[in-house]
């Protein structure tokens, strides 16, 4: 996914230095917004709606390129659509030439996707990540698109990935990706919004969405938590020192009051207080925060604005990376703990039928695997290990207490058995039913996840599990 902004060039000497630790301003909250929805979306204690307190900011500077930084929507940005429950359906098909559109969660290219209520309004980005994301309330799901565009009277799009409207607005281990940004999170994540650009607060009350470009992203450590995902060849195109998903701030002590921009002010005290996730890669922007396309938002109104431009090269100079903090705050001002201890296991295929067809399909809207309705048990096995993803910060660790429990209907059952690459069995659970849990200590660094699904029998069925590090151990 890329951004091609082309700006003018400046040149300034001059950072930062050392690690520090700053006391973040209190925030005067308006009314408690309604979380998971299409205006305030993922819960309130989504790492996009909440605040570090005491952040410890590294010393890492993001470098100059080929332009100036930018905050803007435009080609490169995204739309949001709210689609309504009287919306017709809509089909996306793969691209010309293509197998089908990409879905990164079952790990295939579909010849289409339909979704059940697509909105008129819909409008790809001009550029080429084509990006849009359509909000469907009804059932909760934001749906994100890369290279989508209209053409012939149809839609057809490169990838396709979805979120829930309500939950963390990152991927985890197991739904590994959520949407078209390539930290695997929807575009509209951390979108400066339209109905927020003028809403008198003086702070956007979400951290922002940035990315950066090649010199500034890290080869090593390509991503990090709550990132799930980088651009693909980033370990050998990236040369700079910042992964994908840091929190990049600008400290407390950042003097605003000299900025005459009232927009740009607001962009400023934002990063001092949430700051900006880096979530995609441009060409040769040091910096780019994405705004929602049809805002009318405009740093440079009635042309070039030097002032504006010399701002956001100091901006560069001063933001760094949250290193650590001593806590965090939701959107309702509550102190709570971000987990790792995430589902691990899913039910991704391929799967192979060992008893009757292989009639079971992986759901990426289920997050299970789908039975349809049969008079004769179906038994189907996956033995890839592809539902365990290796998500960098979230690998299995020897000697770790996981906790696996099933969720299952219409009869269906799971078991979860263990091998290391010799083949030596490590670990069977012995059939699971819906509701069932069991406990095991991790056994091997390499060790392998072998499913065997079976189907209930005289209606449709379902199955799936979760895989949870017990943190507490």
């Not at 040149?11 to 209190?26: D, E």
């Not at 429950?85 to 559109?101: A, N, Y």
């Amino acid at each position: 996914m890329m951004l091609n902004i082309v700006f003018k060039s400046v040149f300034f000497r001059g950072a930062m230095s050392g690690c520090a630790v700053f006391m973040l301003p209190a925030i005067l909250l308006a009314a408690t917004p309604q979380w998971g929805s299409f205006l305030t979306p993922f819960a309130a204690d989504s790492l996009w709606n909440a605040r570090p307190i005491q952040p410890v900011l590294g010393i890492d500077v993001i470098p100059k390129s080929s332009y100036f930084p930018a905050v803007s929507a435009g080609a490169f940005s995204t739309g949001v659509f709210l689609s309504q429950i009287t919306d017709g359906p809509g089909v996306v098909r793969g691209l010309p030439g293509k197998q089908g559109v990409w879905d990164p969660d079952t790990e295939t290219f579909k010849p289409q996707i339909t979704i059940a209520h697509w909105p008129a309004s819909v409008a790809a980005a001009t550029g080429s990540d084509g990006h849009a994301d359509i909000v469907d309330s009804a059932s909760g799901i934001i749906h994100s698109f890369w290279q989508l565009k209209q053409e012939n009277g149809g839609w057809t799009a490169a990838q396709y990935a979805w979120t829930r409207l309500n939950g963390r607005g990152w991927g985890d281990p197991a739904h590994y990706f959520q949407g078209a940004r390539a930290a695997a999170v929807p575009t509209s994540a951390g979108l400066v919004r339209k109905h927020e650009i003028d809403d008198g607060q003086p702070i956007y009350r979400h951290a922002l969405a940035m990315s950066l470009t090649f010199n500034g992203l890290s080869p090593t450590s390509t991503y990090i938590f709550p990132a799930t995902s980088a651009d693909t060849n980033a370990a050998t195109t990236n040369t700079g020192s910042i992964p994908m998903g840091a929190l990049l701030m600008l400290p407390p002590d950042y003097n605003t009051a000299q900025i005459a921009n009232p927009a740009l002010r607001k962009i400023a005290e934002t990063l001092k207080v949430y700051g900006a996730y880096v979530v995609d890669r441009n060409h040769g922007t040091p910096f780019a925060i994405y705004v929602e396309n049809g805002s009318n938002f405009n740093l440079h109104a009635g042309g070039w604005n030097n002032a504006v431009a010399t701002e956001l090269d100091r901006i560069r100079l001063n933001l760094r990376q949250v290193v650590s903090e001593n806590g965090w705050v939701d959107g309702n001002g509550q102190s709570f703990v971000p987990t790792k201890a995430l589902n691990l296991l899913s039910m991704r295929g391929p799967w192979q039928g060992l008893k009757g067809p292989a009639s079971g399909v992986f759901d990426t809207w289920a997050q299970a695997l789908v039975f349809p309705k049969t008079e004769r048990p179906v038994v189907q096995t996956n033995t890839t290990s592809r539902g365990l993803n290796a998500v960098l910060w979230a690998k299995p660790k020897a000697g770790g207490i996981y906790r696996v429990s099933v969720k299952a209907t219409g009869g269906a059952l799971l078991r979860i058995q263990l091998r290391n690459k010799a083949g030596a069995w490590l670990y069977d659970s012995g059939q699971l039913q819906n509701g069932q849990h069991t406990q095991l200590t991790w056994p091997a660094d390499d060790a392998r996840v072998m499913l065997e699904a079976t189907s209930g029998v005289g209606e449709a069925s379902s199955v799936s599990a979760e895989l949870i590090m017990d943190a507490s151990k």
